[in-house]
């Protein structure tokens, strides 16, 4: 793609006087913009970041650069968290931001590993939330120890 773009840049700029920085102007960059978003795209994609938070009075998570203000759950508006097993190309159809098959868009996942386990959360409204994690043992202890310490029943 970067062969491709130094290509057309040098015909933009170089084949047959080129365009003058006066056209440019009046095209307000538009060709260079063109030649630029692809790799501003595959950038964007590939310093993407899934944090998440979880404490004594919440769960909240943040998905750089698609959402940058993090999004916290209430433990009053959870039912259950725990750790499951799942199949990204059977349950979701691949990996990424995914809802589960067959229209059920109250199962929504962020699958951004090749692991097969990950962090269920279940709200009481019927919605669920599933994270992978390349840290799944470390976060099982963690949970089991939020709920010893917090007596909190939504962790299961």
Known sequence: M???????????LFDKGGLSFQALKEMY????????????IIFALQKNVL???????????????????????????????????????????GWGMRYRLWFKFSDKAYLLN?????????FKNGKRLLFSSNKIDEMGLFLIN???????QAIQ
């Open 29 to 40: 960059f538009a060709p260079i913009f063109a030649l630029l978003l692809p790799f501003l």
């Open 114 to 122: 090749d692991k097969s386990v990950g962090l269920q959360i279940e």
């Open 146 to 152: 939020l709920k010893t310490r917090y007596n909190i």
């Open 51 to 93: 944090t998440l938070s979880i404490n004594e009075s919440r769960i909240a998570y943040k998905y750089f650069p698609f959402n940058i203000k993090p999004k916290p759950f209430l433990w009053n508006e959870i039912e259950k968290v725990y750790i499951n097993k799942y199949d990204a190309l059977g349950n979701y159809g």
């Open 2 to 12: 970067g062969i491709e773009g130094i290509i057309v840049l040098s015909i933009l």
